[in-house]
């Protein structure tokens, strides 16, 4: 039974760091790419980043790219966000995925697993 659990959120201030982290069991973790999406309130979720099997290639959304780094440990079945230069609008509930797939990622048909979430909170 693949699970994923999602770390690291908190409530920040405006210009500060987060670290998000996405322990994965129970999958041939390096055999999935990985996707973070996050949903604020009273809006649709929405990509972030994606990073492929390796961790040699990655693709954010244009909202976050330059400020957000999505990177992953196949020793530890582990992917990170890494948010810096937070702004309020990066305020949402987080989430990372696994697909099988290395194509369409922006969209979350090609997933096949989530992790229940973890809230960001970006104060003024």
């Known amino acids: 039974q693949v699970q994923l659990v999602e770390s690291g959120g908190g409530l920040v201030q405006a210009g500060g760091s987060l670290r998000l982290s996405c322990a994965a069991s129970?999958?041939?973790?390096?055999?999935?790419?990985m996707g973070w999406f996050r949903q604020a309130p009273g809006k649709q979720r929405e990509f972030v980043a994606h990073?492929?099997?390796?961790?040699?290639?990655?693709y954010y959304a244009d909202s976050v790219k330059g400020r957000f780094t999505i990177s992953r440990d196949n020793a530890k079945n582990t992917v990170y966000l890494q948010m810096d230069s937070l702004k309020t609008e990066d305020t949402a509930v987080y989430y990372c995925?696994?697909?099988?797939?290395?194509?369409?990622?922006?969209?979350?048909?090609?997933?096949?697993?989530w992790g229940p979430g973890t809230q960001v909170t970006v104060s003024s």
């Open positions: 995925a696994a697909s099988m797939y290395n194509s369409g990622y922006v969209r979350e048909q090609v997933y096949q697993s």
């Open positions: 129970g999958l041939t973790f390096r055999s999935y790419t």
């Open positions: 990073i492929n099997y390796s961790g040699d290639t990655t």
